[in-house]
């Protein structure tokens, strides 16, 4: 039950793309469409923002958007703005019928 | 849409128990997915444990054997028994339910509650 593993932080300009990282096995990411991915401001509960590797909730915007090859997924932001600013992780489902969560990456907003 | 409030958080000693509670409204918890995850101070989430439909229960190595997941449906509530906690089980404890669309659950958390500080400190 390793966590998946996403860079420490990741930083960009106002209306700049940015694209965030999750590697697993093939155990997790690389053998189900069944990541998720959710942005956690300081002090609050987790948002999902992304499920089945690139589908968005109601409410959540169109500029998140995500993918998968092989046993790593990605979260891109595109158009970045200062509430984007969080905290970002990814999560699978499991061989084992449980659930795995990313390091998190820290989004820096320039 | 459906809400999801935790209680039952506190200071425990080591090798203390603590049950915490979840009380689930605008939904039933016997027809969902729902889990614990927690995250320790300055760290990131932790998946903690499930309960599926099927009353199927499943934990992270980390606490198996230590705590248990239940529910009452009677009473729309999910709880985590929490025994013989160590100090790396300090932690905020979120439960979540998983999202559901019409023809399939889809293993991804779509509500979260507020989250319960457990502090395990002599």
């Known amino acids: 039950q390793s966590a998946l593993t996403q860079p420490a932080s990741v930083s960009g300009s106002p209306g700049q793309s940015i694209t965030i990282s999750c590697t697993g096995t093939g155990s997790n990411v690389g053998g189900y469409n069944f990541v998720s991915w959710y942005q956690q401001h300081p002090d609050r509960a987790p948002k999902l923002i992304i499920y089945d590797v690139s589908n968005r909730p109601s409410g959540v915007s169109n500029r998140f958007s995500g993918s998968k090859s092989g046993n790593t997924a990605s979260l891109t932001i595109s158009g970045l703005q200062a509430e984007d600013e969080a905290d970002y992780y990814c999560s699978s489902y499991t061989s084992s019928d449980t659930r795995v969560f990313g390091t998190g990456t820290k989004v820096t907003v320039l | 849409e459906g809400q999801l409030v935790e209680s039952g958080g506190g200071l425990i000693q080591p090798g203390g128990s603590l049950r915490l509670s979840c009380a689930a409204s605008g939904f039933t918890v016997s027809h969902r997915y729902l889990s614990w995850v927690r995250q320790a101070p300055g760290k990131g989430l932790e998946w903690v444990s499930i309960?599926?439909?099927?009353?199927?229960?499943y934990y992270a190595d980390s606490v198996k054997g230590r705590f248990t997941l239940s529910r009452d449906n009677s009473k729309n509530m999910l709880y985590l028994q929490m025994n013989t906690l160590r100090d790396e089980d300090t932690a905020v404890y979120y439960c979540?339910?998983?999202?559901?669309?019409?023809?399939?659950?889809?293993?991804?958390?779509?509500?979260w509650g507020q989250g319960t500080t457990v502090t395990v400190s002599s």
């Open positions: 979540a339910r998983d999202l559901l669309g019409s023809d399939r659950f889809y293993y991804a958390m779509d509500v």
């Open positions: 309960i599926y439909s099927s009353d199927t229960t």
